[in-house]
Protein backbone atom coordinates (compact mmCIF):
# COMPACT_ATOMS: atom_id res chain seq x y z
CA UNK A 1 0.00 0.00 0.00
CA UNK A 2 1.56 3.39 -1.01
CA UNK A 3 0.59 6.12 1.21
CA UNK A 4 1.64 9.40 -0.02
CA UNK A 5 2.07 10.74 3.68
CA UNK A 6 4.76 8.47 4.75
CA UNK A 7 5.97 6.89 1.62
CA UNK A 8 9.88 7.62 1.26
CA UNK A 9 10.26 10.28 -1.31
CA UNK A 10 11.47 8.88 -5.16
CA UNK A 11 14.89 9.74 -5.98
CA UNK A 12 16.75 10.07 -9.56
CA UNK A 13 17.81 6.80 -9.43
CA UNK A 14 13.90 5.54 -9.04
CA UNK A 15 12.92 7.77 -12.11
CA UNK A 16 16.31 6.49 -14.43
CA UNK A 17 14.91 3.02 -13.58
CA UNK A 18 11.24 3.68 -14.20
CA UNK A 19 13.00 4.82 -18.10
CA UNK A 20 14.02 1.14 -19.00
CA UNK A 21 10.78 -0.03 -17.69
CA UNK A 22 8.61 2.36 -19.88
CA UNK A 23 10.36 2.50 -22.82
CA UNK A 24 8.84 -0.22 -24.64
CA UNK A 25 5.40 0.90 -24.81
CA UNK A 26 6.16 5.00 -24.47
CA UNK A 27 7.45 7.04 -27.05
CA UNK A 28 10.51 8.92 -26.87
CA UNK A 29 8.42 11.99 -28.11
CA UNK A 30 10.11 14.77 -30.22
CA UNK A 31 11.95 17.79 -28.62
CA UNK A 32 11.17 20.54 -31.24
CA UNK A 33 12.54 24.35 -31.75
CA UNK A 34 9.75 26.72 -31.59
CA UNK A 35 10.33 29.73 -33.34
CA UNK A 36 7.06 31.59 -32.78
CA UNK A 37 7.58 31.64 -28.78
CA UNK A 38 11.90 31.39 -29.60
CA UNK A 39 11.05 35.19 -31.37
CA UNK A 40 8.70 36.07 -28.62
CA UNK A 41 10.88 35.40 -25.25
CA UNK A 42 14.17 35.79 -26.77
CA UNK A 43 15.26 32.54 -25.63
CA UNK A 44 15.69 28.99 -27.48
CA UNK A 45 11.90 28.25 -26.71
CA UNK A 46 11.29 24.11 -27.41
CA UNK A 47 8.47 21.94 -27.01
CA UNK A 48 8.11 18.67 -25.56
CA UNK A 49 5.43 16.96 -27.50
CA UNK A 50 4.04 14.53 -25.08
CA UNK A 51 0.57 14.93 -27.07
CA UNK A 52 2.13 12.90 -29.51
CA UNK A 53 2.21 9.68 -27.37
CA UNK A 54 -0.59 6.48 -28.10
CA UNK A 55 -2.52 7.93 -25.55
CA UNK A 56 -1.65 11.52 -26.36
CA UNK A 57 -0.77 12.21 -23.03
CA UNK A 58 2.07 11.83 -21.25
CA UNK A 59 0.19 9.94 -18.38
CA UNK A 60 0.61 6.52 -20.17
CA UNK A 61 4.53 6.82 -18.64
CA UNK A 62 3.14 6.70 -15.03
CA UNK A 63 -0.03 4.11 -15.54
CA UNK A 64 2.03 1.97 -16.67
CA UNK A 65 5.17 2.39 -14.87
CA UNK A 66 2.58 1.53 -11.59
CA UNK A 67 0.43 -1.23 -13.18
CA UNK A 68 2.98 -3.32 -14.69
CA UNK A 69 4.59 -3.61 -11.64
CA UNK A 70 1.86 -5.67 -10.28
CA UNK A 71 1.83 -9.18 -9.09
CA UNK A 72 -0.31 -12.05 -10.32
CA UNK A 73 -2.68 -11.62 -7.62
CA UNK A 74 -3.16 -8.08 -7.39
CA UNK A 75 -3.70 -7.92 -11.29
CA UNK A 76 -6.24 -10.46 -10.93
CA UNK A 77 -8.57 -8.04 -8.64
CA UNK A 78 -8.07 -5.71 -11.08
CA UNK A 79 -7.13 -1.55 -10.77
CA UNK A 80 -9.56 1.20 -10.20
CA UNK A 81 -8.97 5.34 -10.98
CA UNK A 82 -10.56 8.45 -11.36
CA UNK A 83 -9.72 11.05 -14.11
CA UNK A 84 -10.59 14.06 -15.85
CA UNK A 85 -9.95 11.92 -19.02
CA UNK A 86 -5.82 11.83 -19.69
CA UNK A 87 -4.80 8.94 -17.13
CA UNK A 88 -8.12 7.59 -17.54
CA UNK A 89 -6.55 6.66 -21.66
CA UNK A 90 -3.41 5.76 -20.05
CA UNK A 91 -5.01 3.44 -17.50
CA UNK A 92 -7.41 2.09 -20.36
CA UNK A 93 -4.27 1.40 -23.10
CA UNK A 94 -2.59 -0.44 -20.08
CA UNK A 95 -5.08 -2.47 -19.17
CA UNK A 96 -6.32 -3.91 -22.51
CA UNK A 97 -2.35 -4.42 -23.21
CA UNK A 98 -1.55 -6.24 -20.13
CA UNK A 99 -5.04 -8.16 -20.05
CA UNK A 100 -6.18 -6.44 -16.67
CA UNK A 101 -9.37 -5.19 -15.87
CA UNK A 102 -10.46 -1.60 -14.89
CA UNK A 103 -12.56 0.40 -13.90
CA UNK A 104 -12.52 4.50 -14.39
CA UNK A 105 -13.93 6.95 -13.07
CA UNK A 106 -14.63 10.16 -14.61
CA UNK A 107 -16.47 13.63 -13.77
CA UNK A 108 -19.95 14.50 -15.73
CA UNK A 109 -17.26 17.37 -17.22
CA UNK A 110 -15.11 15.28 -19.10
CA UNK A 111 -14.96 16.00 -22.61
CA UNK A 112 -17.11 13.61 -24.70
CA UNK A 113 -13.54 12.73 -27.02
CA UNK A 114 -11.63 11.75 -23.69
CA UNK A 115 -14.40 9.34 -22.67
CA UNK A 116 -14.97 7.34 -25.92
CA UNK A 117 -11.32 7.20 -26.11
CA UNK A 118 -10.86 5.59 -23.17
CA UNK A 119 -13.78 2.87 -24.06
CA UNK A 120 -11.95 2.32 -27.62
CA UNK A 121 -8.25 1.90 -25.84
CA UNK A 122 -9.38 -0.10 -23.06
CA UNK A 123 -12.09 -2.29 -25.14
CA UNK A 124 -13.78 -5.58 -22.94
CA UNK A 125 -11.25 -4.18 -20.47
CA UNK A 126 -12.53 -1.33 -19.16
CA UNK A 127 -15.99 0.05 -17.56
CA UNK A 128 -16.46 3.60 -17.36
CA UNK A 129 -18.30 5.09 -14.95
CA UNK A 130 -19.23 8.57 -14.61
CA UNK A 131 -20.40 11.18 -11.80
CA UNK A 132 -19.74 13.81 -9.91
CA UNK A 133 -18.59 17.69 -11.19
CA UNK A 134 -15.31 17.35 -10.58
CA UNK A 135 -12.08 15.50 -10.45
CA UNK A 136 -11.83 14.78 -6.59
CA UNK A 137 -15.74 13.71 -7.12
CA UNK A 138 -14.66 10.67 -9.12
CA UNK A 139 -11.49 10.22 -7.11
CA UNK A 140 -13.26 9.86 -4.04
CA UNK A 141 -15.42 7.28 -5.91
CA UNK A 142 -12.74 5.12 -7.18
CA UNK A 143 -11.37 5.08 -3.64
CA UNK A 144 -14.52 3.95 -2.13
CA UNK A 145 -14.41 1.21 -5.12
CA UNK A 146 -10.97 -0.06 -4.43
CA UNK A 147 -11.67 -0.41 -0.72
CA UNK A 148 -15.04 -2.35 -1.48
CA UNK A 149 -13.94 -4.70 -4.41
CA UNK A 150 -9.80 -4.50 -3.36
CA UNK A 151 -8.94 -3.45 -6.50
CA UNK A 152 -5.26 -1.55 -6.87
CA UNK A 153 -5.59 2.30 -7.10
CA UNK A 154 -3.96 4.23 -9.96
CA UNK A 155 -3.76 7.27 -8.77
CA UNK A 156 -3.25 10.39 -11.28
CA UNK A 157 -0.59 11.67 -9.06
CA UNK A 158 -0.56 11.25 -5.75
CA UNK A 159 1.89 7.65 -6.00
CA UNK A 160 5.45 7.54 -5.42
CA UNK A 161 4.81 4.68 -8.96
CA UNK A 162 3.13 7.58 -11.09
CA UNK A 163 5.38 10.21 -9.99
CA UNK A 164 8.58 8.23 -10.87
CA UNK A 165 7.12 7.40 -14.35
CA UNK A 166 5.97 10.57 -14.93
CA UNK A 167 9.16 11.56 -14.07
CA UNK A 168 11.08 10.25 -17.27
CA UNK A 169 10.34 13.07 -19.23
CA UNK A 170 13.34 14.85 -17.86
CA UNK A 171 16.36 12.50 -18.06
CA UNK A 172 14.81 11.89 -21.29
CA UNK A 173 14.99 15.85 -22.26
CA UNK A 174 18.71 16.21 -20.97
CA UNK A 175 19.27 12.90 -23.72
CA UNK A 176 17.74 14.25 -26.95
CA UNK A 177 19.35 18.02 -25.89
CA UNK A 178 22.67 16.71 -25.36
CA UNK A 179 23.01 19.41 -22.23
CA UNK A 180 20.45 20.45 -19.01
CA UNK A 181 17.90 23.21 -19.83
CA UNK A 182 18.20 26.50 -18.40
CA UNK A 183 14.54 26.06 -17.47
CA UNK A 184 11.69 24.00 -17.93
CA UNK A 185 7.86 24.37 -17.31
CA UNK A 186 5.96 21.62 -15.87
CA UNK A 187 1.95 21.48 -16.25
CA UNK A 188 0.55 21.13 -13.17
CA UNK A 189 -2.71 19.84 -12.13
CA UNK A 190 -2.33 17.29 -8.68
CA UNK A 191 1.19 17.74 -9.13
CA UNK A 192 2.50 14.59 -10.21
CA UNK A 193 4.66 14.83 -13.11
CA UNK A 194 6.21 18.18 -11.94
CA UNK A 195 6.99 16.28 -8.55
CA UNK A 196 8.49 13.55 -10.66
CA UNK A 197 10.51 16.06 -13.02
CA UNK A 198 11.98 18.58 -9.95
CA UNK A 199 13.45 15.19 -8.15
CA UNK A 200 15.48 14.25 -11.19
CA UNK A 201 16.78 18.10 -12.30
CA UNK A 202 17.35 18.92 -8.41
CA UNK A 203 20.09 16.03 -7.90
CA UNK A 204 21.53 15.77 -11.72
CA UNK A 205 20.96 19.33 -12.89
CA UNK A 206 20.33 21.75 -9.82
CA UNK A 207 20.83 24.90 -12.06
CA UNK A 208 17.89 23.96 -14.40
CA UNK A 209 14.88 25.78 -12.77
CA UNK A 210 11.62 23.26 -12.73
CA UNK A 211 8.87 25.79 -12.96
CA UNK A 212 5.81 24.61 -12.39
CA UNK A 213 2.44 26.22 -14.21
CA UNK A 214 -0.92 25.88 -12.49
CA UNK A 215 -3.95 27.22 -14.07
CA UNK A 216 -5.15 30.78 -12.43
CA UNK A 217 -8.19 29.17 -11.59
CA UNK A 218 -7.10 25.73 -10.02
CA UNK A 219 -3.27 26.63 -8.29
CA UNK A 220 -3.92 23.76 -5.50
CA UNK A 221 -0.46 23.06 -5.81
CA UNK A 222 0.49 26.28 -4.57
CA UNK A 223 -1.95 26.47 -1.80
CA UNK A 224 -0.75 23.16 -0.41
CA UNK A 225 2.84 24.35 -0.23
CA UNK A 226 2.00 27.34 1.50
CA UNK A 227 -0.44 25.82 3.77
CA UNK A 228 1.82 23.52 4.86
CA UNK A 229 -0.16 20.39 3.38
CA UNK A 230 -2.96 19.57 0.45
CA UNK A 231 -5.79 21.86 1.03
CA UNK A 232 -9.45 21.50 -0.84
CA UNK A 233 -10.24 24.79 -2.57
CA UNK A 234 -14.01 25.42 -2.52
CA UNK A 235 -14.15 26.64 -6.18
CA UNK A 236 -12.11 26.26 -9.56
CA UNK A 237 -12.25 26.98 -12.91
CA UNK A 238 -12.99 23.42 -14.67
CA UNK A 239 -11.98 25.19 -17.99
CA UNK A 240 -8.28 23.38 -18.12
CA UNK A 241 -10.09 20.02 -17.07
CA UNK A 242 -6.77 18.26 -17.41
CA UNK A 243 -5.41 19.88 -14.76
CA UNK A 244 -8.40 21.55 -12.88
CA UNK A 245 -7.85 19.55 -9.59
CA UNK A 246 -9.59 20.81 -6.04
CA UNK A 247 -7.02 19.40 -4.16
CA UNK A 248 -3.02 18.79 -4.68
CA UNK A 249 -1.52 14.97 -3.91
CA UNK A 250 0.43 14.59 -0.50
CA UNK A 251 3.03 13.25 -1.67
CA UNK A 252 3.93 15.84 -4.83
CA UNK A 253 3.30 18.87 -2.12
CA UNK A 254 6.10 16.82 -0.04
CA UNK A 255 8.37 17.06 -2.59
CA UNK A 256 8.02 20.32 -4.23
CA UNK A 257 8.06 22.23 -0.45
CA UNK A 258 11.28 20.10 0.48
CA UNK A 259 13.27 21.05 -3.10
CA UNK A 260 11.92 24.25 -3.21
CA UNK A 261 9.86 24.05 -6.49
CA UNK A 262 9.14 27.51 -8.23
CA UNK A 263 5.24 27.60 -8.95
CA UNK A 264 3.21 30.17 -11.41
CA UNK A 265 -0.46 30.34 -12.65
CA UNK A 266 -1.39 31.50 -15.93
CA UNK A 267 -5.21 32.88 -16.37
CA UNK A 268 -7.22 30.38 -18.40
CA UNK A 269 -8.06 33.27 -21.32
CA UNK A 270 -3.80 33.27 -21.82
CA UNK A 271 -4.06 29.61 -22.36
CA UNK A 272 -6.88 30.28 -24.72
CA UNK A 273 -4.82 31.98 -26.69
CA UNK A 274 -2.08 30.19 -26.69
CA UNK A 275 -4.06 27.37 -27.56
CA UNK A 276 -5.19 29.16 -30.96
CA UNK A 277 -1.42 29.82 -31.74
CA UNK A 278 -0.57 26.64 -31.34
CA UNK A 279 -3.13 26.21 -33.93
CA UNK A 280 -2.99 28.58 -36.06
CA UNK A 281 0.47 29.04 -36.28
CA UNK A 282 2.55 25.48 -35.48
CA UNK A 283 -0.16 23.51 -36.30
CA UNK A 284 -0.53 22.07 -32.98
CA UNK A 285 -3.50 20.55 -31.68
CA UNK A 286 -3.52 20.80 -27.56
CA UNK A 287 -6.22 20.46 -25.13
CA UNK A 288 -6.32 23.62 -22.40
CA UNK A 289 -4.07 21.48 -19.94
CA UNK A 290 -1.57 21.17 -23.14
CA UNK A 291 -1.18 24.40 -23.95
CA UNK A 292 -0.57 25.39 -20.04
CA UNK A 293 2.85 25.09 -19.91
CA UNK A 294 3.41 27.13 -23.52
CA UNK A 295 1.16 29.82 -22.18
CA UNK A 296 3.56 30.45 -19.43
CA UNK A 297 6.37 32.00 -21.83
CA UNK A 298 7.08 35.41 -21.28
CA UNK A 299 8.70 37.77 -18.54
CA UNK A 300 7.73 36.18 -15.91
CA UNK A 301 9.81 32.98 -17.02
CA UNK A 302 12.93 35.00 -18.38
CA UNK A 303 15.90 36.25 -16.54
CA UNK A 304 17.72 37.23 -19.40
CA UNK A 305 17.62 36.05 -23.19
CA UNK A 306 20.03 33.22 -25.13
CA UNK A 307 18.32 30.70 -22.28
CA UNK A 308 17.44 27.24 -23.67
CA UNK A 309 13.56 26.70 -22.18
CA UNK A 310 11.80 23.86 -22.42
CA UNK A 311 7.71 23.62 -22.41
CA UNK A 312 6.18 20.38 -21.95
CA UNK A 313 3.11 20.22 -24.43
CA UNK A 314 0.89 17.56 -22.35
CA UNK A 315 -1.74 16.52 -24.00
CA UNK A 316 -3.69 16.97 -26.97
CA UNK A 317 -7.19 15.27 -26.55
CA UNK A 318 -9.45 18.54 -27.43
CA UNK A 319 -13.06 18.11 -28.15
CA UNK A 320 -13.34 20.63 -31.35
CA UNK A 321 -16.55 21.52 -30.46
CA UNK A 322 -15.26 23.54 -27.53
CA UNK A 323 -12.85 25.75 -29.75
CA UNK A 324 -16.17 28.20 -29.67
CA UNK A 325 -15.36 28.75 -25.92
CA UNK A 326 -11.94 28.83 -26.72
CA UNK A 327 -12.46 31.68 -28.91
CA UNK A 328 -14.29 33.62 -26.59
CA UNK A 329 -12.48 32.93 -23.49
CA UNK A 330 -8.92 34.53 -25.28
CA UNK A 331 -10.89 37.57 -27.03
CA UNK A 332 -12.34 38.63 -23.51
CA UNK A 333 -8.97 38.13 -22.01
CA UNK A 334 -6.96 39.99 -25.12
CA UNK A 335 -9.56 42.51 -24.70
CA UNK A 336 -10.91 42.71 -27.71
CA UNK A 337 -14.42 41.35 -26.76
CA UNK A 338 -16.70 43.38 -24.57
CA UNK A 339 -20.45 43.53 -23.69
CA UNK A 340 -23.11 46.12 -22.89
CA UNK A 341 -27.07 45.88 -21.93
CA UNK A 342 -27.92 48.88 -24.27
CA UNK A 343 -31.10 50.69 -23.57
CA UNK A 344 -32.63 51.37 -27.09
CA UNK A 345 -35.75 54.47 -27.13
CA UNK A 346 -38.86 52.84 -29.03
CA UNK A 347 -38.66 54.89 -31.87
CA UNK A 348 -37.44 54.41 -35.44
CA UNK A 349 -33.58 54.55 -36.65
CA UNK A 350 -32.68 54.11 -32.67
CA UNK A 351 -30.61 50.69 -33.45
CA UNK A 352 -28.68 53.22 -36.79
CA UNK A 353 -28.14 55.91 -34.10
CA UNK A 354 -26.55 53.66 -31.65
CA UNK A 355 -23.97 51.92 -34.42
CA UNK A 356 -23.53 55.52 -36.29
CA UNK A 357 -22.24 56.70 -32.74
CA UNK A 358 -20.57 53.98 -31.63
CA UNK A 359 -18.44 51.46 -33.73
CA UNK A 360 -15.92 52.15 -34.51
CA UNK A 361 -14.16 51.17 -38.57
CA UNK A 362 -13.08 48.19 -37.15
CA UNK A 363 -15.05 47.56 -34.82
CA UNK A 364 -18.17 44.34 -34.86
CA UNK A 365 -21.20 43.91 -33.46
CA UNK A 366 -20.88 40.29 -32.48
CA UNK A 367 -24.03 39.46 -30.56
CA UNK A 368 -27.21 41.29 -30.49
CA UNK A 369 -30.21 40.27 -28.32
CA UNK A 370 -33.16 41.90 -27.95
CA UNK A 371 -37.00 41.64 -27.61
CA UNK A 372 -39.44 44.69 -28.25
CA UNK A 373 -41.89 45.49 -25.38
CA UNK A 374 -45.37 47.63 -26.25
CA UNK A 375 -46.20 50.10 -24.26
CA UNK A 376 -42.95 51.05 -23.51
CA UNK A 377 -40.59 54.24 -24.32
CA UNK A 378 -37.42 51.58 -24.16
CA UNK A 379 -35.87 48.53 -24.80
CA UNK A 380 -33.12 46.84 -23.71
CA UNK A 381 -30.57 44.95 -25.51
CA UNK A 382 -27.35 42.69 -24.70
CA UNK A 383 -24.82 43.92 -27.48
CA UNK A 384 -21.42 42.55 -28.13
CA UNK A 385 -18.67 44.11 -29.38
CA UNK A 386 -15.38 42.75 -30.55
CA UNK A 387 -13.12 45.49 -31.30
CA UNK A 388 -10.37 45.34 -33.78
CA UNK A 389 -7.33 45.99 -31.19
CA UNK A 390 -7.75 46.21 -27.60
CA UNK A 391 -6.01 49.58 -27.60
CA UNK A 392 -9.18 50.36 -29.13
CA UNK A 393 -11.44 50.49 -26.09
CA UNK A 394 -10.59 53.89 -24.51
CA UNK A 395 -11.95 55.58 -28.20
CA UNK A 396 -15.00 52.70 -27.38
CA UNK A 397 -15.81 54.32 -24.43
CA UNK A 398 -15.64 58.19 -25.23
CA UNK A 399 -18.07 57.65 -28.12
CA UNK A 400 -20.68 55.55 -26.07
CA UNK A 401 -20.51 58.39 -23.09
CA UNK A 402 -20.81 60.93 -25.79
CA UNK A 403 -23.93 59.53 -27.42
CA UNK A 404 -27.62 59.88 -26.90
CA UNK A 405 -28.21 56.05 -26.12
CA UNK A 406 -27.89 54.93 -22.70
CA UNK A 407 -25.26 51.97 -22.39
CA UNK A 408 -24.29 50.21 -19.04
CA UNK A 409 -20.73 48.64 -19.89
CA UNK A 410 -21.20 44.72 -18.10
CA UNK A 411 -17.88 44.29 -16.42
CA UNK A 412 -16.09 41.18 -17.20
CA UNK A 413 -15.56 39.95 -13.70
CA UNK A 414 -19.01 39.87 -13.04
CA UNK A 415 -20.69 36.35 -12.57
CA UNK A 416 -23.23 37.53 -15.49
CA UNK A 417 -20.04 36.67 -17.92
CA UNK A 418 -20.62 32.78 -17.76
CA UNK A 419 -23.38 33.17 -19.54
CA UNK A 420 -21.31 34.09 -22.64
CA UNK A 421 -18.67 31.39 -22.13
Known amino acids: MNDPTTSPLPTAADIDQAVANVRTVVNRSPLQYNERLSEFTGARVLLKREDLQPVRSYKLRGAYNLISSLNAEERARGVVCASAGNHGQGVAWTCHQLGIKAKVFVPSGTPRQKRDRMVQLGGEHVELIIGGESYDDAAAAATAEAARTGATK???FDDTRTIVGQGTIAPEIVDQLGYAPDVVAVPVGGGGMYAGCLTWFRENCPQTRVIGVEPSGAPCLAVAVRSG???TLENIDTFVDGAAVQRAGALPTRITAELGGELIDVPEGQI???MLDLYQTDGIITEPAGALAPASLGRQLMTHHQQTIVAIVSGGNNDV????????RSLIHQGRKHYFL???????????RFLDE????????TLFEYTKRNNRE???????IELGDA?????LLTRIEQGTTNVERIDPESPFYRYFI
Open 358 to 365: TLGPDDDI
Open 342 to 352: VNFTQEPQALR
Open 229 to 231: GPI
Open 272 to 274: CTE
Open 391 to 395: SDLAG
Open 154 to 156: VHA
Open 321 to 328: SRYAEIIE
Open 378 to 384: TGPALVG
